[in-house]
């Protein structure tokens, strides 16, 4: 396998999110209802699709807390009857589908998504970055989880990377986030080489902020790694919608999907290779 040009995923590949980010939603949650469901199930949405974006996974996960309490249903269901690549709009749609109308209201009038968003970006945050980032006064003082995230990347894999191909980035971070994880991690680039929650709209598995680094990188062959089966799924679309080049989808094994099982996953998704680390890539890619 050869790319001239790598993309990378931040959450679960460049950096451990698994006490950051997914402790925040779940807590996020607990703060405003009481109840939350397990750091492990948040799984759950992400392999229904559509979920890049942690604060409507943190929507979600409300919404289904709520709707169990009116009539219950296990987690796992709740996530399966997702449609594929459904999202935030699917988990509406089942809660509409399992509830009756009076009580679909009363969910909705108690699902406070600005509410979950607000103690999110407090919990991952912290009272001061929530400040600066923010601009306001975060809703209770905490430290933040961000600043508990293991770095993956290992500087020797990021300078091979390089010095054998063109890298960028393309997350489902806003902008200011993933200069923070950026800069933790060493990754210095340009403007151009990224894409973040705030420069695209369609977000993963929608092909175009791919498609458009390949062409800003002139490349003729990409890898992209991430972590979700949207990652692997988003190089899999690029590839129906821009065949003159080559998009390899490579699954890393530091996320949410592990083991043989997530491997598995990332196979049927389409992924052209499963690596257990980001720090696997170089040897893949370039024998080094």
């Known amino acids: ?19 950051s980010y997914r402790r925040a939603v779940v807590e ?21 699709g559509g979920f890049n974006n942690d604060w409507d996974v943190t929507y979600a996960a409300a919404l289904y807390v709520l709707v169990d309490e009116y009539e219950p249903i296990d987690l796992a269901t709740f996530a399966d009857r997702i449609e594929s690549g459904g999202g935030l709009s699917g988990a509406e749609s089942v809660a ?6 009076s009580d679909l209201a009363a969910v ?17 945050l912290g009272s001061d970055l929530y400040r600066e980032l923010e601009g306001g006064e975060p809703p209770f003082e905490t430290d933040g989880y961000i600043h508990d995230e293991p770095i993956i990347v290992e500087s ?16 489902g971070r806003p902008a200011a986030e993933a200069d923070i ?12 080489h990224r894409f973040t929650m705030d420069d695209w709209e369609e977000g993963k598995p929608h092909p175009n902020a791919l498609t458009t680094l390949a062409e800003r990188f002139n490349a003729d062959s990409v890898a ?11 190089a899999v679309n690029a590839s129906e919608v821009d065949p003159e080049r080559t ?24 992924a052209a290779a499963v690596v257990d680390s980001v720090n696997d890539l170089p040897e893949l890619l370039f024998g080094e």
């Open 181 to 192: 994880a950026l800069e933790r991690v060493g990754l210095d680039l340009p403007q151009e």
């Open 1 to 19: 396998m050869h790319a001239d040009a790598v993309v990378l995923d931040i959450d679960g590949v460049l950096l451990d999110v698994a006490d």
């Open 96 to 101: 509409a589908d399992h509830l009756t109308a």
């Open 247 to 270: 998009y390899h989808g490579i699954g890393v094994l530091t996320g949410g999907l592990t083991g043989e099982s997530g491997r598995r996953a990332y196979e049927s998704a389409g």
């Open 156 to 171: 020797e894999t990021l300078d091979a990377l390089e010095a054998n191909a063109a890298v960028g980035v393309l997350t």
């Open 28 to 48: 996020s949650v607990e703060r405003l209802y009481g109840r939350t469901i397990d750091r492990e199930d948040v799984q759950l949405f992400k392999d229904a």
């Open 108 to 124: 909705r009038d108690e699902w406070d998504r600005d509410g979950l968003r607000d103690a999110f970006q407090a919990l991952y």
């Open 224 to 234: 992209f790694a991430g972590d979700t089966l949207d990652d692997v799924k988003t």
